[in-house]
C-alpha cells in the first residue's frame, strides 16, 4: 500500500488524499469489527509512511553487510549476524512486542536505547 500511495503522490496529490481517506474509513471499520488494535496501527503507520518496520532495516542491513556485498565495508561473519538476532530478540522483549516485524525504528529512542543497555541487558 506505501508503494502505491507515493505513486499516486507523486501524480495525483488529490487522488492520493482520497486513497488515504478511504483506507483510513477501511481501518476504522476494522477496528469495530474486532481486529487488532496494535495490528491496525502498523498497518498505518506503514502505509502512510509515519515509521520504519525494524524487520525491514534488519534485511537491508543483512543485504548491505552480507557476503555478497559491495558496499566499502567488509562483510559481517555468521557469528556477527548470529549476535545481532539475539539482540535484536532481546530488544523485542525489552519494548513488549512479539518480534522486529512489530516494532519501528522510530520507537527506539535515544533513551529507550540507553535504558535497553544499561538497565535491561545488565
Do not use: W
Not at 552480507?66 to 567488509?74: D, H, I, K, L, W
Amino acid at each position: 500500500m506505501r508503494e502505491e500511495l507515493d505513486r499516486v503522490r507523486a501524480t495525483d496529490p488529490k487522488t492520493a488524499e482520497a486513497h488515504e481517506l478511504i483506507i483510513t474509513d477501511q481501518l476504522d471499520a476494522a477496528e469495530r469489527k474486532g481486529v487488532d488494535k496494535k495490528a491496525l496501527q502498523r498497518y498505518a503507520k506503514i502505509a502512510f509512511r509515519a515509521g520504519y518496520p525494524l524487520d525491514e532495516a534488519l534485511r537491508a542491513y543483512e543485504v548491505a553487510r552480507g557476503p555478497e556485498s559491495r558496499s566499502q565495508f567488509a562483510p559481517l561473519s555468521k557469528q556477527t549476524m548470529n549476535d545481532l538476532g539475539c539482540a535484536i530478540k532481546h530488544l523485542c522483549s525489552f519494548m513488549q512486542v512479539t518480534g522486529p516485524e512489530a516494532l519501528f525504528m522510530q520507537d527506539v529512542t535515544r533513551q529507550r536505547a540507553i535504558t535497553f543497555r544499561y538497565e535491561y541487558l545488565p
